[in-house]
């Protein structure tokens, strides 16, 4: 019944995203990214004789007079994909939306900071990922997607288990995604505690993902590492369509989708349905997902824009748990005992419902704001324990846009504010190979997150502009335990105010160059705030970092060639240490401090397009390359009893590879062939903080093939295949960390990821 009324909620929408307007002659609108929902300034418009009809102003308000009541207008900026919009009678009030072209990313519109400019003229270290990075994976994971920004990491071995890291930060963490904020529409996704898991977000409804790297506590809040401003897919403007997807693969790969799109003036309406299962490369690895996402925009009037968004996520996901070195020279698709003994596993609903809107008082002044809910259960057992979470959390964040015009030094003034509580009802069992045995705890967590932010952008001349921002947070955990009430109690943080301020400069095409200095801090998680013997730790604190950042970005060779350097030095103090005290009881102290000193660097190269090629549309090789020289500058390791048992100050810090390339190549042609290869290297990577153990250097080749062309005029096909880890190397993806072998036994650091393997896919749109 559950399942009906999803289903009939978006037949409703369905229905509803069908509309229509008079015409007089004059036609007037608003212009805007598709993606990000920002109005654009400058849009021209022009009639298809290629006169100059009009020019988007403020607000990407457009006016225009066409004598034909029957016309097609061209609608083109930089960095977005130039559009021909039909005209008609029956339609004369537009909401043209525009797509960004992924050619050129610095010219591409990005939001991290509230500017609304290109890339190339916002201060600070923001990596796009577009339709285009992810249609040249798999389908299955982000991964490579992630992957091919410089300074990102994201680490994976089975589709359940899944770490991101940004400059180093958040690659300790022992579950999920630690010390980045991420948003899906604007609306968090990471839970009042700072933990995050992505499993519910379907890849294949991502329009593109933001990455700002390093503190962003100005505009949003904790996490040292950064953010990822998640966007859901929009319908492309003017079409109405219907897409049947599937794909096959190695490891017996089974999904299927089902895809609703329409972009209309009124409404734009995307819906997706599916199912997907996966055998896995190693024992005990299935996974077995069912979801849907919808995304509405509405445009009521010419000052407002409603966003819904509706996602709801089943997963059974099967966990092979860590192997030795030993185990995996003699068989990497093995199982770890204990795993496969208790039937580790994590079996969950997500759901996510959101409401925003976006409203432009005058040309002045406006507003952003969203409301959400966000729950799921879990049955996740463990080799140590059988875990049964319910989590629920609501909220919401606004922002006001003021711009005074200022006859000198022009500013923009942004405040805001944002609010999360997370409830999560625990118990914990006695795992009897796989069933719940006797009750352990129950325990509730109640965290409240609540963050004050201000930010302004000032003009000190035409081409310098000067950011400001600070915030004020506050974080407090109610913890609940109804078996040992002695370890009931709160713990209040204490308030955090971290500041902001980066100086931009635009020489012109060639060069725009950044300064920043940034501060951020990330709390532990409500799982990491307890002593060994169960009390809350009482002076247990945030990480605190500080972040300085040069940042140069530009377009060379007649705008071919583009390019984005960083130079970053971020020192972390009080950073959280842990002490695995037994299995399943591990205790955290600020006693760390790390320096993270890096470079970054992006290159991109329109090697040849349709301008200078009767065949070729599109052939542009890529590269990111990352250098890490990150160190433990005062690292102690304590035990129970806060004692000093070990010192690994001046060692190389855990996890971190000093050398990160991706390269690649994408090759499109006017027949709808296309060739997407990538190469990824991952440096020697240390193991645990005492530097014995290392993770060897290894490199992966995938490749891609496919044609995708329109027919006729109501069918548009794909069909593709691909192979990834070409050249068949062994590797773990994913590891754990500072493993221990309780008992004498070695260290399961390795979580082996697969082999070579394939996959190919069908996708058939049918155009309304």
């Known amino acids: 019944m559950k399942s009906f009324r999803y289903y009939y909620l978006l037949m409703v929408f369905v229905v509803l995203s069908i509309s229509a307007n008079a015409q007089d002659g004059t036609i007037t609108g608003h212009i805007y990214d598709s993606q990000t929902r920002q109005p654009l300034v400058g849009v021209t418009i022009k009639n298809q004789a290629e006169a100059l009809l009009s020019q988007s102003e403020q607000g990407g308000y457009f006016k225009i007079n066409l004598n034909s009541p029957d016309s097609l207008i061209q609608v083109a900026m930089l960095g977005y994909k130039t559009q021909w919009v039909k005209i008609n009678q029956n339609n004369n009030d537009l909401n043209i939306q525009l797509d960004e072209d992924a050619i050129n990313l610095n010219e591409v519109r990005v939001t991290g900071f509230n500017e609304g400019r290109s890339n190339k003229e916002t201060a600070g270290s923001i990596g796009l990922i577009t339709t285009k990075n992810i249609e040249r994976g798999n389908g299955l994971s982000i991964q490579p997607a992630l992957n091919s920004i410089p300074g990102v990491k994201m680490e994976q071995s089975t589709l359940s288990e899944a770490r991101i890291s940004i400059r180093g930060n958040g690659v300790r963490a022992s579950y999920g995604i630690r010390n980045i904020k991420i948003y899906v529409n604007e609306i968090p996704v990471t839970e009042a505690d700072g933990t995050t898991r992505i499993e519910a977000l379907d890849m294949n409804s991502i329009g593109r993902a933001e990455i700002i790297k390093g503190p962003a506590s100005s505009i949003y809040g904790a996490g040292v590492g950064g953010v990822i401003n998640f966007q859901l897919q929009r319908s492309p403007y003017q079409e109405q369509s219907i897409e049947l997807s599937g794909q096959v693969g190695s490891y017996n790969l089974h999904r299927f989708a089902t895809t609703y799109r329409n972009g209309g003036d009124k409404m734009n309406s995307y819906v997706s349905v599916g199912w997907q299962e996966y055998d896995g490369y190693r024992e005990h690895s299935s996974d077995m997902r069912r979801f849907m996402t919808a995304n509405f925009q509405f445009f009521p009037s010419d000052k407002r824009i409603i966003t819904v968004l509706l996602n709801r996520t089943t ?454």
């Open 315 to 768: 997963q059974h996901s099967q966990i092979p748990g860590g192997l030795t070195l030993d185990q995996v020279n003699t068989d990497p698709t093995q199982a770890n005992a204990s795993n496969l003994d208790k039937q580790a596993g994590r079996y969950q609903n997500w759901t996510r419902i959101g409401l925003g809107q976006r409203y432009q008082f005058n040309d002045q002044f406006s507003n952003s704001s969203s409301v959400f809910t966000y729950f799921y259960d879990l049955d996740h057992p463990l080799p140590y324990a059988y875990l049964r979470n319910y989590y629920q959390s609501y909220g919401g964040r606004t922002r006001f846009t003021y711009e005074p015009n200022f006859a000198i030094l022009p500013t923009q003034f942004t405040l805001g504010a944002e609010f999360n509580n997370g409830i999560t009802k625990g118990s914990q069992f006695v795992n009897n190979q796989g069933t719940e045995g006797a009750i352990n705890s129950t325990i509730d967590y109640n965290n409240d997150n609540f963050s004050l932010f201000y930010q302004s952008i000032t003009e000190l001349s035409e081409n310098t502009d000067l950011i400001l921002g600070l915030s004020y947070n506050s974080l407090n955990y109610n913890v609940k335990n109804y078996l040992d009430k002695t370890q009931s109690g709160t713990k209040k943080f204490d308030p955090q105010v971290s500041p902001r301020i980066a100086l931009s400069h635009n020489f012109g095409e060639a060069l725009s160059l950044h300064a920043s200095v940034s501060s951020g801090f990330s709390p532990p998680s409500s799982s990491e705030i307890k002593n060994v013997d169960g009390l809350i730790n009482p002076e247990i604190q945030a990480e605190k970092a500080i972040n300085y950042e040069i940042n140069a970005k530009g377009n060379l060779l007649k705008s071919k060639l583009a390019y984005d350097l960083s130079l970053f030095k971020m020192d972390m103090k009080g950073e959280l240490i842990a002490q695995s005290v037994q299995q399943g009881i591990t205790i955290y102290n600020n006693s760390g401090k790390t320096i993270h000193n890096g470079i970054e660097l992006a290159l991109s190269y329109q090697l040849l397009n349709e301008e200078n090629s009767n065949i070729i549309t599109s052939l542009r090789p890529f590269t990111a390359i990352t250098y890490s020289d990150f160190k433990f500058d005062d690292y102690k390791k304590l035990n129970a009893d806060n004692e000093v048992i070990a010192d690994y100050s001046g060692n190389e810090l855990t996890g971190i590879a000093p050398w990160v390339v991706m390269a690649g190549l994408d090759l499109e042609t006017k027949l709808g062939l296309y060739f997407y290869g990538s190469y990824f290297y991952n440096d020697k990577t240390p193991l645990n903080d005492a530097n014995t153990d290392y993770h060897s250097s290894y490199h992966i080749v995938n490749t891609k093939i496919g044609f995708k062309k329109q027919l006729n005029e109501v069918f548009v096909v794909n069909i593709y295949g691909g192979i990834d880890n070409l050249l068949n190397k062994k590797y773990s993806s994913i590891l754990s960390l500072n493993a221990t072998g309780f008992g004498g036994a070695a260290p399961a650091y390795y979580n082996p990821s697969p082999e070579r393997n394939g996959y190919a896919g069908l996708s058939i749109k049918y155009l309304l």
